[in-house]
T-cell receptor, first 116, second 112 residues
Framework: KAGVTQTPRYLIKTRGQQVTLSCSPI?????VSWYQQTPGQGLQFLFE???????NKGNFPGRFSGRQFSNSRSEMNVSTLELGDSALYLC???????????????FGAGTRLSVL | DAKTTQPPSMDCAEGRAANLPCNHS???????VYWYRQIHSQGPQYIIH???NNETNEMASLIITEDRKSSTLILPHATLRDTAVYYC?????????????FGKGITLSVRP
């Protein structure tokens, strides 16, 4: 079974631009969560989607948004990029949403975003 | 904030058991202990989880103390490919706030 696929793997943008990252979950998984990883802050939760609905949200500004499609694929968008948005963005999928017993999240390899 | 404390790093010799400690003294009765690891430049990988009984799978064993205030992840025969950052996480397994909260983790270095 294929794992979680994130595209692109690497991305370079300049300040003020916007970016869209894509995540294809494991087949049959309906929950997708997004995380940001930086050397200073570590791994931080962004948001979670299940059945096209945002179920949970971390403490990030409104410039960070996401959505999920009917096939469970998810996209994350960051508008008006800042230098501090440079990070590894990770997507994780699970069969059931967080809040259901024994939810195990499986992570993709991430998209490394560099903002110049 | 993460509810666990782990030493920043440890090392072990290849082929020996690696015992990774984790303190979670404020753990609640309904919180599980999860372990993930992250090999450089890859996404975190699920290893194992447990509530109060010891657990074993093909990757590792998880030993949880009787008072549940600490646990140990055991890699029985460490290899060079086990060099990674290991995260110990406590989370409720239900409810809207059962997201994974990662701390700084422990860096395990396996030496030849």
């Amino acid at each position: 079974k294929a794992g979680v696929t994130q595209t692109p793997r690497y991305l370079i943008k300049t300040r003020g631009q916007q970016v869209t990252l894509s995540c294809s979950p494991i087949s049959g998984h309906r929950s997708v969560s997004w995380y940001q990883q930086t050397p200073g802050q570590g791994l931080q939760f962004l948001f979670e989607y299940f059945s096209e609905t945002q179920r949970n949200k971390g403490n990030f500004p409104g410039r960070f948004s996401g959505r999920q499609f009917s096939n469970s694929r998810s996209e994350m968008n960051v508008s008006t990029l800042e230098l501090g948005d440079s990070a590894l963005y990770l997507c994780a999928s699970s069969f059931s949403p967080t809040g259901v017993a024994k939810n195990i999240q499986y992570f993709g390899a991430g998209t490394r975003l560099s903002v110049l | 904030d993460a509810k666990t404390t782990q030493p920043p790093s440890m090392d072990c010799a290849e082929g020996r058991a690696a015992n990774l400690p984790c303190n979670h003294s404020t753990i609640s009765g309904n919180e599980y202990v999860y372990w993930y690891r992250q090999i450089h430049s890859q996404g975190p990988q699920y290893i194992i989880h447990g509530l109060k009984n010891n657990e074993t799978n093909e990757m590792a064993s998880l030993i949880i103390t009787e008072d549940r205030k600490s646990s140990t992840l055991i890699l029985p025969h460490a290899t060079l490919r086990d060099t990674a950052v290991y995260y110990c996480i406590v989370r409720v397994d239900y409810g809207a706030n059962s997201k994974l909260t990662f701390g700084k983790g422990i860096t395990l270095s396996v030496r030849p």
